[in-house]
């Protein structure tokens, strides 16, 4: 067992920090042309602290809830921040994004630290409420001259792997010790977000 968990846990870290890597890298060598937008919406979310908590939160929560939460709740993200993001990039205001955001790690760090396990519907609709003012903020930041559809196929794949880390790490809830290791970053990333909060609305 003790085998087991060292392994996720090499895994895990291995996967974020060769992502970290390698978007910036690969981005790098694009220098023009309509893969520029692809690439530019690839490695936006790396861009952003609270954008990186709120998605691995997302991962990590679905873990702790398993099937079928597991896989729908990483779907229901990215597809309300496309939603969000074309609200964005067409002009149409959401009022308190910034404060939404620092507020989706508050709260989805508060459910990974209490392994909180409310009904499927009610963690979709607060996973998707956080993506719309995740997304927002992204389809407003909208480089000109990009494409705006492939800048969203791209910052929607990071997001797939951001989530992607999250689920690799919450596996450690099987664990005794992974239990309290999520509880921590929970409240880790609850923190921050306090942080994020602050800085909102200062």
């Not at 970290?20 to 690839?42: D, K």
């Not at 963690?123 to 992204?138: K, N």
Request: aromatic residues 10%; glycine residues 14%.
């Amino acid at each position: 067992m003790k085998d087991s968990v060292y392994v996720t846990v090499r895994l895990a870290a291995f996967l974020l920090v060769i992502t970290c890597i390698g978007v910036p890298s690969a981005y790098g060598h694009i220098e023009q042309g309509q893969a520029a937008g692809f690439m530019t919406g690839l490695e936006h979310p790396w861009s952003g602290f609270d954008h990186i908590l709120a998605m691995v939160a997302v991962g990590i929560w679905g873990a702790q809830l398993g099937n079928p939460a597991l896989w729908i709740l990483p779907v229901t993200f990215p597809m309300m921040m496309s939603l969000g993001a074309f609200m964005g990039l067409v002009g149409m205001p959401v009022p308190g994004v910034e404060m939404g955001i620092a507020l989706s790690a508050i709260v989805l760090g508060v459910m990974v630290m209490g392994q909180i396990r409310p009904n499927l519907v009610i963690a979709m609709l607060i996973v998707g409420v956080f993506a719309i003012f995740h997304g927002h903020a992204h389809g407003t930041e909208l480089p000109p001259g990009q494409n705006g559809l492939l800048y969203s196929m791209g910052f929607i794949v990071a997001t797939g792997i951001l989530h992607g880390v999250g689920i690799l790490i919450g596996t450690l809830h099987r664990y005794h010790f992974g239990r309290f290791f999520l509880r921590g970053s929970g409240a880790f990333i609850s923190l921050m977000g306090i942080v994020f909060l602050w800085q909102a609305l200062s």
